[in-house]
């Protein structure tokens, strides 16, 4: 075996590199594709209306909690496991954070971390059946989903729960603006883009050099300039639209913390190892000393914690906590997990793919909303393009030759 | 010639890479039981599989003959339909099916419109119960009787396909004493009966006890069939290991020092069937640089000791103490078990030992995560330094670690499941069938890493069917037979016909 990275690539290998690079990233990064195919399209049939920076703030902040669910939700999957109860689970958080920020007049902040605690609790509850008893997650969450509807109407007493603190409600609608003064495009908004790029260059930067340190192959010079060049392009874009309206919705500031730690903990941590370990061969993962159980266990307190924080943004949202809040977001929040490319079998899946599952059903919903296309069809359209999703990466993979 | 029911004339059968039967010849005579020998892996149930029709017609060379004419399977049911039944190893019963149910499945009693005729079913099933002396009710669930009375089952459904040649595979491996006297009883009557067996059996007293004729296959060929007369044990166990054992395995100079692992009274229960002792009262050790070896016939418990001492991965009701280098340790868990130095190579590398779906430089870091980690947070780059340093030093055939597990050949994967454990850094390494699957070549280097491993002063325990395999590496060797350690042979004074004496050696409980 001659290594790679010694060899002198003459101009023509070095092309054909670049290109097998390009091709590679293109069959990796498909839903993104899909993605940007889908954004098109609406523009199109849309006639602008949704790229509109109103519309691209709306996109952000009605889909924020099937995102934050999507997050929690591929790493069940990974892990081989499902969640069903999330949409009931979030409606129970919603209803239980107006106990306690409106009937109880709790200040929000105590609200809502003690909601978030609950939530974890309820987790707990579910990943202990699960892990423990050895139940399966189906059954666990579909009972969950009955259990925790069910509470969620008991703790609002056949009533809706309204006016929440305005604090609370900027979870769901607030926006970081105007704090350098009121300007037609906002400083603040364009500042925070600027140093997102920043950050992500410097970081795209800092991992090549580390990988060349270690004597890895890295893509071709050019090929890696001009996906940073396309990407920072798209952010600035994106934060011009933001800041052309009311600036940075808290709901995005909280799917970015949520996206940079998930990231990390699925990509880089002990703990995402394991998740990925036991998805793909659970035995094996066992015989190497992966605490099975504990992982289980813990990946649904987690789901429990993102459900709750999912319940409380849209809560806030409406400031309203019903009970037919959180209707079906368990579905959402799976397709997005299976659109974004994690496997059915566990194994696979990414943070990132979840997200950007979750921002094409949003964009479907959207844009076949502003075209007047009544909910009958959206919902037909939705179940297409999950099939498709699943049998394109099916078939993807038996190109492949296996798994 | 008529007095012959089968012939299999000049059988080969190639999968890609490997002559797995090669030019196989079988007469079984009407209205005798017929035994086949062999050690694992020698191609009995290939043959086998070519009777039944497992593989078609076409997918092999030579005739098979059966009733004096040509016959050519396409499929199980064919064979069936010529009254051949073939009784797997792992019994084909439906646990939640009944008796009745699982004895007409697929061949159900019709009655008006089609419809199953359930009284009428039901007592078929009685009567074909009473012919192989089963007292059950056939409304009973299969998972509500034992394996031996389930075995039964398996044959009173051959009955009712009217079989006139019934194979059985290895039938008396799970059941005991009892059981399989009551089995062997039942052969014989159905003989009385006109019905000619086949029977696969390691059992050396068992084969005595029922065959009329025996034949030995080695290699995928066959080396002799005895009769009756002429049966002994010395001659099936020679015809079945004589083999060329020269320039197979490195040379080995041993450097043995002090004990590094000793294990006493180790026990462990069956995890369903609690009251069975799978694994006896087993005492052992390993020093530094050496080279153990364990012996058995399937079903001797081999991989069930491995896997209850590393973690309690298998049984219940597990006792014994474990000692490493003096001092006790315990291992109840597979992290602890890693963490007191010890390593485990699973036997079945694709089912336990990989995860598939992921590349070389993840599955090796897989059980030392830790030591890439600061504060929860991998390393990823000094993982791949790491993974590539293994890639070289081991020869593992890929362009670079990023290349998933699940595309390297059996050697390749298993050279992937050795970095590892090596990488864990084990005082003690476990190997369960280190060679299974892979092929000589990389048997070779195998061999090689697990010598490099002996002479770097770790305690290297083998566990293998393939006597020579255990005879070219080891330093010394245990036998073990239906769950207890029945010798200890050092490897100047261990050949195979002694270690086979020791392996089918049963012991009174």
Redesign the interface.
Known sequence: ?TD?STKQPGAASRASSTLSHIVSDLGKNGIFIALIAVVVLFSILTQGILLRPQNISNLIVQNGYILILAIGMVMVIVAGHIDLSVGSVAAFIGAVSGVFAVKMGLPWWLAIILSLAIGALVGAWQGFWIAYIGIPAFIVTLAGMLIFRGLALVVLGNANIGSFPEQYRALGNGFLTDVFGDFAIDPLTMGVGVLAVIGFVVQQVRTRR??Q?????VEPMGWFVAKIVLLTAGVLAFAYALASFKGIPITLIILAVLVMVYG?VTN????G??I??IG??R?????????TRQVDFWIFVNMGFLAALAGLVFTARLNLAGPKAGDGFELEAISAAFIGGA?VQG??GTIGGAIIGGLIIGVLNNGMSILGIGIEWQQAVKGLVLLFAVAFDVFNKRRA??? | MTQNILEMRSITKTFPGVKALSDVTLQVARGEVHAICGENGAGKSTLMKVLSGVYPHGSYEGDIVFENEVVEFKDIRDSEAKGIVIIHQELALSPYLSIAENIFLNNEVKGRFGLIDWDKANSEAAKLLARVGLRENPTTKILDIGVGKQQLVEIAKALSKRVKLLILDEPTAALNDEDSDHLLDLILHLKEQGITSIIISHKLNEIKKIADSVTIIRDGKTIETIAKTDVTEERIIKDMVGRDLEHRYPDHTPHIGEEILRVEDWTAHHPQDVNRVVVDKVNLNVRRGEIVGIAGLMGAGRTEFAMSLFGRSYGTRISGRVFKAGEEIHTRTVDEAIRNGLAYATEDRKQYGLNLIEDIKRNISMASLSKLATGGLVNDNEEYKVANEYRKSLNIKAPNVLVKTGKLSGGNQQKVVLSKWIYSDPDVLILDEPTRGIDVGAKYEIYTIINRLAAEGKGIIVISSELPELLGICDRIYALSEGRITGELPIEEANPEALLKLMTMETPR
């Open positions: 075996m790679t580390g990988r340190s270690y004597g890895q192959d990390i880089r941590s002990v703990f190892r394991h990925y370990a793909g061969n035995h094996a993962a066992e015989l190497s000393g992966v605490k496997a194994g696979v030759g296996g798994a």
